[in-house]
């Protein structure tokens, strides 16, 4: 680039373009050069980069050096004047098996190190280091080393706010695991294989305000687990825990010690829906708290005075639960409530005493959308409720497509907002002719039923068994969705050694046909986590397909994407997925999980050549296939 003289280029980036030969001087002639990219040049040598960098003139900010299938770096990568002002340096999606942190201790005005996505074991820092955010997500880290200094206790990381170590191989941690981080702020240990927190953990983090622990098996927390007298939001989502089963953890001491928290997130996990008072123990000491998320905790119930103690209380969330209803007080003394979601419960009637009117006058937004509303005259307040077209109603997100009648059957699908009964339906009925009914009745069912125990009494047990099966089938009802209430027909598992197959024909194929697929390495978010891309992505996927062979089978990964997607099938059946056999599996690498997959699955075997053609009607005709209906729990 000696040609571009007096140039004023501050940013380039080269991607993609198969560079196999970069020159000494390559980036000599750039002498205001702030930010370099090279990304997915893999075959280019790391060497000839170190090289090039060392006659680099220019004072970067910025490098990028992302997805080359680099495995290692070389001593001195960084050593050169360029990087005397670098304040970012990104190397993810390498397949670096070790990173030496002496690289980057003279660095002394970094700001970000990111090492997402490579093949890293240890997280090892043997040097000061300056860096502010460290990112080591989606890696294979099994242990994290001390951050003190063996010498003397002193930090290695003194500047350090943001510690990332997302979708790694964690087992456990240790109270002293984090000693020496004076200045962390916030700490992700997100999708990892954590099962237990111990006493202690985190309250020598004395900054700590962000702490992430989601998408772990965790099975048992510790009396004081999360003390921590600076933690301010708390992320501990769709990790399954049991707070159902208080043999697991302490319900009066679990948040007893964080009392400046203020956001709580405990979405896909299992709350207490019968013991009342754990429920109301385990919040009792919030008092300072301003969000709670608690979708999908499998709540049933709400305690009258669970959320009293909760005085600053903002935001509530309680969607995507098995609530029906719940009694007169629940949501009152909640002054500072701004913001409620109750939507795809249960709940059939809401009425004048379901709320308190101070509530329903100070909030901003009320989700009740996609629940059960039962049409009929107990329900006609609630209707002209949203009806009122006064300025300090709260928003009504979904409102009025999603607020549909359920029952009786003859106003199914119909809006709510539409419902108009006339006068003689919901006129007040004399309640002495229900009480002479009603006793009416009640004789005449006492006389069916002495007469059927005598006659019938051997099949009594069975109608009892049935009804039983009934009324959980109808608790346990999902609306199933078609392939039009999503962005994309189907969601595609598959292990990256066969990545050429599923691009090359498998997609094509389909996607020719007219079919949109969601494949990772095209359709994911740049810049967000794998389990989060996962996620998001398969909200807005109608079905699952498998791709299966030998090293699908060898990906503990895999595996672990397998079994984060069974929760779709336990909600919809196994219409939801397709598996699709593309090299047969060897019997020493067929584990449990993937045993147990095949055998409850129905599965297709991709042969070439003679029957290829009923191969993919067959893959096509099961993708368009509509769901069955979903499993009903006994």
Known sequence: MSNLTKNDITSLTLTSNAIRILDEDAFSGLPVLKSLILSGEKELNISDVKKALSKLIASLEYIGLMENGWTYIPTGMFDAKAFKNIRKIHLSKNKLLEFTFAEVANLTNLNRL?????????????HYINVKDMIVDGNDIVRLSSFCNSIDGTSLLQKLQLLRINDNALSELTPTMFKCLPSLKTLQLSGNRLTVLLNETFSSIPQLTDLHVQYNKLKKIERNAFKSFSLQRLRFGYNGFHFDDDRRFHPNYIFKNVPKLTELDLRNNF????????LRQMFSHLQNLTSLNLAATYLQKLPTNVFHSMSSLQRLILQGNNLRNWKKGTFENMTHLQSLSLQGNYIQLINSSSFPNELLMRLKSLDLSNNHFSCTCDLMWFRDWLRNKDKNRPILP??????????????????????????????????????AILLSLFGFIIITLLV???????????YFYLFRIHRLKRRGYIRLNSSEDYEYHAFVVYCDADREWVHNIFLRKLEDDGLKLCVHHRDFDVGASITKNIDTYLQKCWKIIVIMSNDFAKSEWCQWEVDFLQERRRQQGKDVFLLIMLKTINSNHMTCPVKTLIKTTPYLTFKGGVGEDLFWKAVFESIQKPLGDPPVAM
């Open 114 to 126: 990111d090492l997402t996505t490579n093949k890293l074991i240890t997280l090892n820092v043997t």
């Open 271 to 278: 709350l207490p829906s019968e013991n009342e008072p754990v």
């Open 452 to 462: 059927m125990a005598y006659r019938c009494h051997a099949n009594i047990r069975n």
């Open 398 to 435: 979904n409102f009025p497509h999603r607020y549909k009648c359920i029952s009786p059957e003859n106003m199914h699908g119909k809006y709510l907002i539409r419902y108009n009964p006339t006068n003689v339906i919901c006129t007040p009925w004399n309640q002495l002719y229900t009480t």
